[in-house]
């Protein structure tokens, strides 16, 4: 007779994984299952989160010593962190800055070897051969063919 009345009872009070099935976009297993249990691209044979601090700064801070690589490097090993938003608030800004730094980097460097390379003698007029390193090494006597 106790097996049937808890029976009975279990039936009337829903389980919490009926409650979370009903409504899943209200459950807080939601936001946290979307967020990564790690900061890096490692997973758990990676950095710990204190230890993630410390060397996503210094890749952020060492990249402005015209090493803007380490900002690529930076922004792939801490892709969880910069996939999603919600993820590592600590770490969350030297990444985006990381990113926008080698983004714009990047542009400058294309601008520069287009500019170059398709303006050519036309854009830059009689000071051309004075640019182009080749005619700068033959005139400093520096490729040993005369």
């Known amino acids: 007779m106790e097996a049937a009345s808890s029976q009975s009872s279990s039936r009337l009070e829903p389980s919490p994984a009926d409650q979370r099935d009903r409504n899943p976009g209200s459950g807080v297993a939601s936001i946290s299952s979307s967020l990564p249990l790690w900061p890096t691209v490692d997973g758990p044979l990676g950095l710990t989160e204190d230890d993630s601090v410390a060397y996503a700064r210094k890749f952020y801070r ?3 010593a015209l090493l803007p690589w380490l900002w690529a490097v930076n922004c792939f090993y801490f892709w969880p962190v910069l ?64």
């Not at 608030?89 to 730094?101: D, E, L, M, N, T």
């Open 62 to 64: 060492f990249g402005f």
């Open 83 to 146: 996939s999603n938003p919600r993820s590592f608030p600590q770490i969350r800004p030297y990444i985006i800055r990381s990113a926008v730094g080698f983004s714009v980097f990047t542009a400058l460097l294309c601008t520069w070897a287009l500019t170059f390379s398709l303006g050519g003698e036309r854009l830059f007029g009689s000071t051309w051969d004075q640019l182009l390193i080749y005619n700068l090494a033959d005139k400093w006597g520096l490729t040993g063919w005369d």
